[in-house]
């Protein structure tokens, strides 16, 4: 027998469809509706919590071949069971609240966080009518979710009654709320270009070959490259990723907002974390990199899934890399960087976009979109004076 | 369901407003405000309105909670004292209200059949926007940059002479 192309990339679609066949007929409408929900809540569930002990898993190998150690090696073939020893012993480890803490607020803060992240995963299309939660708004309401983390991450701090909590997350929420901007903004020349907030207008937009085999992904363009980076950045910001992880830089307070933290709720926080890293590495996905499309035409035989977990894979070991190579960057560094550089350049890309759009996406369209990128970038270098920024730090004192 | 759904979430919405105006401690009293605006998307949600939803959550609990969190941190130094409930809110909150029904009821539009709504989708709300309602937009834009220039000038530190 003969599987076409095509059952195999609709194969989880007809799957649901044969599990819900059962509950047809026999039970209500609603109820065959919720059914389906469920099931699409349940796989982004299992997919992700898998993911998540995967990478848990290969970062520490991954960093472990970076700086010339093993790394986890153990625990079954390879030490690829270490997610189940250190899940049993987040489990069984003792749960400590602070004596002073405010306890709801403080028990509160890792449901939410958690909740914020898997919510986000929800509107990323995964493969081809693959999409979890098909809302007109998709980009809006990611960005919607992603924003109550912050007050999550302060309710933790708060929560927690503790000096370095608090700070942790006032560091925390400072960086966010600056990244946020260009993360957004860097995201609108796309939903400008595609006139839509859908991902699955976005992806669909991304699926034609110029030439016949230049996929027409708009991290080809000038813009998008831009974008695509900026967006990144923002993105490793976001997750509280090296080199911006200063709201739980160790060496400084202990461990940020979730210092007063032990056992699973640590490990909710952990979780939310490479949660909030994937969902944004899926969003990188959607926007730029064409989605759950092949590369090339003639490699669309392979399930547009299997694409869609390949790039974010390769985004996923990007961030790892990263970890593995920048040291921890300062506070004022930071924020420098974000209102300096990263939020012009976000608008520069914006114009670049509609230029590129105006031109009727032709080579002097991508020629002028690239130029106006570079010139705004040589001018904001000359300008911002980077030899400068990296002088010693004077410090100010409160009289 | 529809009828059933609008009970439910106006009785989560009105639970946590009320927890937002009588809570003693200031801080769950704000947190509590926060949850309470989601209450309020949901509503836009069940009209259909998604739009303005997101935008609900995405300005209010992500941005006005956040800022409402940190002023009562940065500005008050009795933040995990108690306090008591003040009957002059309830003046204040009963006279908006009176004012409002007034308002309300004084419109002639409501008496006419409301038109089918159609769902309404971001393209509209953008053309709305940008064709429609440009001038006020702009209105609006140049407003918050006076306000952003002039927080910054409030903060900005004099140079040593």
């Not at chain 1, 670049?352 to 001018?379: C, H, Q």
């Not at chain 2, 007034?102 to 159609?118: C, D, E, G, M, R």
Request: glycine share 8%; proline share 5%.
């Amino acid at each position: 027998m003969r599987v076409s192309v095509e059952a195999v990339d609709q194969v989880f679609l007809h799957l649901k469809q044969w599990l819900l066949s059962f509950l047809v007929g026999h039970v209500p409408d609603w109820v065959v509706q919720v059914a389906s929900s469920l099931l699409n809540i349940g796989t982004v569930l299992g997919v992700f919590l898998t993911l998540f002990a995967l990478i848990s898993v290969l970062e520490r190998k991954i960093l472990g071949r970076m700086q010339n150690r093993y790394g986890p090696n153990r625990v079954g073939p390879c030490g690829l069971f270490q997610p189940v020893a250190d899940g049993i012993k987040m489990l069984i480890k003792e749960d400590i609240v602070p004596d002073r803490a405010d306890k709801v607020v403080h028990f509160l803060a890792p449901i939410l966080i958690a909740a914020a992240a898997i919510l986000a995963l929800g509107v990323i299309p995964y493969g081809r009518n693959m999409t979890p939660f098909v809302i007109d708004g998709g980009i809006l309401f990611f960005f919607a979710v992603g924003s109550t983390t912050e007050l999550a991450v302060f309710m933790a701090g708060w929560g927690s009654n503790n000096k370095f909590s608090l700070l942790g997350a006032m560091r925390a929420i400072a960086q966010m709320i600056s990244y946020e901007l260009p993360l957004i903004i860097t995201v609108l020349p796309v939903v400008m270009v595609v006139g839509s907030l859908n991902p699955d207008k976005i992806v669909f937009a991304q699926k034609y070959y110029y030439f016949g085999f230049l996929p027409h992904w708009f991290v080809l363009t000038p813009w998008g490259a831009t974008a695509f980076i900026l967006f990144f950045v923002s993105g490793l910001v976001e997750s509280n990723r090296t080199p911006f992880d200063v709201p739980e830089g160790e060496s400084e307070i202990v461990a940020g907002h979730m210092t007063e933290y032990s056992g699973f709720k640590y490990a909710t926080f952990f979780m939310a974390e490479y949660l909030g890293m994937f969902a944004v590495s899926g969003l990188a996905v959607t926007l730029f990199l064409g989605g759950w499309h092949a590369p090339l035409p003639w490699l669309r035989f392979i399930p547009s899934f299997v694409w869609f977990f390949a790039k974010l894979s390769v985004l996923l070991f990007v961030f790892i890399w990263i970890r593995g190579t920048l040291p921890r960057i300062r506070v004022d560094q930071m924020m420098n960087l974000a209102w300096k550089f990263m939020l012009p350049m976000a608008f520069t890309c914006l114009v670049s976009a509609a230029v590129w759009y105006y031109n009727g996406r032709r080579v002097a369209g991508w020629l002028w979109s690239f130029a106006i990128i570079a010139v705004v970038y040589v001018i904001l270098s000359l300008f911002l004076d980077t030899r400068r920024k990296f002088a010693p730090r004077t410090y100010r004192f409160a009289e | 369901m529809n009828t059933a759904a609008f009970a439910l979430i106006a009785i989560f919405t009105i639970t946590f407003a009320l927890a937002a105006a009588t809570n003693p401690r200031l801080m769950h009293a704000a947190l509590s405000f926060a949850v309470m605006y989601i209450g309020i998307a949901a509503f836009f949600f069940l009209l259909g309105a998604e739009f303005v939803g997101l935008v609900q959550v995405f300005v209010y609990v992500g941005a006005v909670a956040v800022l409402i969190v940190f002023t009562i941190l940065l500005t008050r130094r009795d933040v995990g004292e108690r306090h008591e409930f003040k009957w002059g809110g309830v003046a204040v909150a009963i006279a908006v209200f009176v004012g409002l029904v007034w308002a309300i009821l004084k419109t002639t539009s409501i008496a006419v059949a409301p038109p089918v709504a159609k769902a309404l989708t971001v393209k509209q709300v953008g053309e709305a926007l940008m064709v429609s309602y440009v001038w006020p937009l702009l209105c609006v834009g140049v407003l918050l940059t006076a306000a952003l220039i002039g927080a910054l000038i409030l903060v900005m530190e004099d140079k040593p002479s």
